[in-house]
């Protein structure tokens, strides 16, 4: 178990998160809005963002539909993404570990993963039972009319093609993402 450990630990080590810029996002679920930081500062807000069907809050498994309140980075992008671009978050967190622990809901095994990949400052693994591939991302071809209507995602961030086209000027891998 520990050798396949390690290999799976040296595997990841290719996609190590990069330090980010000055620049930070918020995402404010309530007002269902992303704002650019620079600082303190809001240099610029989109709105009109869709979020998880089950809403925002603690996540607690894969396919729970909730976007999750936290500090992430943005650990990688893929630009081949079917929606346009994702924006991939370091979730779960060092915090999101340690919630899911004391609730059983995670393993030691599973929670030592998890806190080395943030120590190594690498992706944590997107494969646990509180699930993973959570971002932010375009439609692609999905229907703006949807996004426009309610939250349709399964806990991601989504924003319209072009906003998402205009996000991906502003950040880079390990800009950091508090999402509340």
Same mark, same amino acid.
């Given at each position: ?23 930070? &996002?918020?995402?404010?679920? +309530?007002? %269902?809005? $992303?704002?650019? +930081? ?9 709105? /009109?963002?869709? $979020?998880? %069907? ?11 539909? @909730?976007? #999750? ?10 630009? +081949? /993404?079917?929606? %346009? %671009? ?5 979730? #779960? ?12 809901? @995670? ?15 690498? =992706?944590? #693994? ?7 591939? =959570?971002? =932010? ?8 009319? @949807? ?16 906003? $998402?086209?205009?996000?991906?000027? &502003? ?8 999402? +509340?």
């Amino acid at each position: 178990m520990l050798r396949i450990y390690l290999i799976l630990c040296c595997s990841l080590a290719s996609f190590t998160v990069n330090a980010g810029s000055d620049i930070w &996002l918020l995402v404010d679920t +309530k007002a %269902r809005q $992303i704002e650019v +930081k620079k600082g303190d500062q809001t240099v610029e807000t989109l709105h /009109s963002i869709a $979020i998880g %069907r089950g809403g925002a809050g603690v996540k607690t498994h894969r396919g729970d539909n @909730i976007t #999750p309140h936290g500090n992430y980075k943005i650990g990688w992008v893929g630009e +081949k /993404s079917s929606f %346009r %671009r994702f924006f991939g978050l370091t979730y #779960p967190s060092i915090e999101d570990a340690e919630k899911a622990l004391n609730k059983g809901i @995670i393993d030691r095994v599973t929670y030592e993963r998890i806190m080395t990949a943030h120590q190594l400052n690498q =992706i944590p #693994p997107q494969n646990t039972p509180l699930g993973g591939q =959570i971002g =932010i991302h375009g439609l692609g071809n999905a229907n703006a009319k @949807i996004h426009e209507v309610f939250d349709w995602t399964h806990g991601c961030i989504a924003l319209t093609n072009p906003q $998402i086209d205009h996000l991906s000027q &502003l950040v880079e891998t390990g800009t950091v993402v508090k999402i +509340k």
